[in-house]
């Protein structure tokens, strides 16, 4: 037997430590909580994403009282940018969130189904997607969506 160690690297953030790039990013993710449709968890997720062209696409969650036809602020974005946009690699993706009362204190993590299709749009692009996650307590900053997602499976299991 041998033991597979798989190592992630998380940098964190005190939130004025970031770009201006970043900083504008955070509060466009912010800013798109506003447009979340959550009359069922009162959780409402907004997300930024910079396109490799400078266009900065948003969206946040979308419920449905059968609940699971909603769909998360990470897939509205990235199906919407790869819609409009569809030449187009997503280089950040910031992700922010809050409940009734205000944004959440740690950093927000994405569910395993929005992992998946960051992992996707990251391989048919053939580039590294940059994640901010926010949190009022800190951010964090992953390199690549396929960190947040090891032993992960696309396109290249299903090959012989
Ligand atoms: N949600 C997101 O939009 N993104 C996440 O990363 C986590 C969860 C949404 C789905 C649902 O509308 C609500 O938050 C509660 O799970």
Avoid: W
């Avoid at 970043?22 to 447009?35: F, G, I, P, R, W």
């Avoid at 030449?87 to 409940?99: C, E, K, S």
């Avoid at 391989?123 to 396929?146: F, T, V, W």
């Amino acid at each position: 037997m041998k033991n597979l160690k798989i190592t992630t690297v998380i940098k964190t953030y005190p939130s004025d430590e970031l770009s201006k790039t970043d900083q504008e990013l955070v509060t466009a993710a912010k800013e798109a909580t506003k447009s979340s449709y959550a009359p069922y968890s009162r959780f409402s997720v907004g997300v930024a994403a910079l396109l490799k062209n400078g266009v900065v696409v948003t969206g946040s969650n979308q419920e449905n009282a059968a609940y699971p036809s909603g769909i998360c602020a990470e897939r509205t974005t990235l199906f919407y940018a790869n819609s409009q946009y569809p030449d187009q690699p997503v280089d950040t993706l910031v992700i922010a969130a809050r409940t009734e009362k205000d944004f959440i204190e740690s950093p927000i993590p994405p569910c395993g189904a929005c992992r998946q299709v960051m992992l996707e749009t990251e391989a048919r692009y053939k580039h590294p997607i940059r994640i901010l996650l926010y949190g009022k307590k800190e951010i964090y900053e992953i390199d690549r969506a396929s960190d947040l997602l090891p032993i992960s499976f696309d396109g290249a299991a299903m090959e012989v």
